[in-house]
């Protein structure tokens, strides 16, 4: 049995951290949904900046559309939903056995409306309404200034894919806003099932205390962080604030491992995947991890629920002078200027193509 088999059947669904045109168009994509369990998939504006760039196949869309386009990121926006429209197609079987638990796709807002939520929220309800499915998740960052976006597209029925997590906290607070959203459907009197997910972010924990902790703590943080994270998502599922929206129709807000690509070369090129096997969550990794871990993955016994070592581990870092908030802090304000970087260059990507190829026709 393939490892990847062997993680679904455990409850754990495999999304694809990728989406390409030459992915879909060469039915690279409906293989992995075939033969490696693969049910879902994400994307992000790093992902479409390489394929633009170093691949033809956008180039006849955006000849034909950049013209008509009334900004580059429209223009984006219109190659990106042609995409995720044919993969969510791929993904509407496993949706509709589901019943919308699994088989989603997911697209970002602009980061550039990280502290605007009205237009955050605009922006939203718009993607997915061009989208046209039903299985597409919008992601918008769980920061501080995006958990007010977060709780009103929940309220206004948009599937969220809450991203940019680092932490318990960060998660908890995530949870909250995806709660108050759907507790305010039902004192509206409208179907609070609305689908969510949680995002944690694994392996960037390492790469900050590279070089930083040695031996048995070396590639350590992310697991521990991510334990201990799935003890809260847990204890919430039992809590009764949660059983009490659960009796109202609420569905549980899953928890997403995200960047689940090892970073270190020293180790296992299939660490995150194989210890954090968990029912009821999902792991969305690179294409190269999950071709790795379907050839060689060795998947450990399901996370405890009560976190394991994680505490023991933690406390060890500490001792070792890792400020854990502080740093869970840090890697959020990162990531959320790695998020603006990256769709300042994808938007200099879709200018630079668009003068070569509408010069070319």
């Known amino acids: 049995m393939k490892p990847t088999t062997t993680l679904h ?48 196949d956008y180039d006849a869309d955006i000849a034909s559309k950049a013209p008509e386009a009334r900004s580059r990121e429209d223009l984006f926006f219109e190659l990106a939903l042609a995409d995720l429209t044919q993969a969510a ?18 697209l970002e807002v602009s980061p550039l409306l990280a502290h605007d939520t009205p237009r955050t929220l605009e922006a939203a309800r718009n993607l997915h309404r061009r989208c046209a499915r039903p299985n597409l998740l919008i992601k918008i960052p769980g920061t501080r200034e995006g958990l007010p976006a977060i709780e009103a597209a929940i309220f206004a029925g948009i599937p969220i894919n809450v991203t940019l997590l680092f932490s ?17 459907r039902i004192e509206a009197g409208l179907n609070p099932a609305v689908t969510s997910v949680a995002s944690l972010f694994v392996s960037r924990w390492d790469v900050a205390v590279s070089g930083k902790v040695l031996g048995e703590l070396t590639n350590r943080l992310g697991t521990a962080i991510a334990q201990r994270t799935y003890r809260a998502y847990r204890e919430l599922f039992a809590s009764a604030r949660f059983l009490r929206a659960a009796n109202a129709g609420v569905r549980a807000q899953r928890l997403l491992w995200a960047s689940t690509g090892t970073k270190d070369p020293q180790a ?15 792991n969305t990794m690179p294409e190269g991890t999950l071709k790795a871990f379907a050839d060689h993955g060795a998947p450990g016994a399901a996370l405890a629920p009560d976190g394991g070592d994680s505490e023991t581990v933690l406390t060890g870092f ?21 998020f603006v970087k990256s769709w300042n260059d994808l938007m200099g990507c879709i200018e630079a193509k668009s003068k070569v190829v509408c010069k070319a026709s």
């Open 9 to 56: 059947d455990l409850g754990q669904s495999l999304w694809l951290d990728n989406v390409t045109r030459g992915l879909l168009n060469s039915g690279t994509l409906q293989r992995y949904i075939a033969e490696l369990s693969v049910t879902g998939l994400t994307s992000n504006p790093t992902i479409f900046d390489h394929a633009i760039k170093n691949s033809a």
């Open 89 to 106: 197609d791929l993904f509407r079987p496993t949706f509709d056995r589901t019943d919308g638990v699994d088989g989603w796709v997911s």
């Open 168 to 184: 318990r906290e960060q998660y908890l607070a995530a949870a909250d806003a995806y709660l108050r959203g759907v507790e305010r």
């Open 268 to 282: 296992s090129d299939t660490l995150y995947v194989d210890a954090l096997s968990a029912p009821f969550t999902v």
């Open 318 to 338: 500490a001792k070792a002078g890792i400020d854990i908030d502080a740093l869970a802090a840090r890697l959020q304000n990162e990531g959320a200027a790695s």
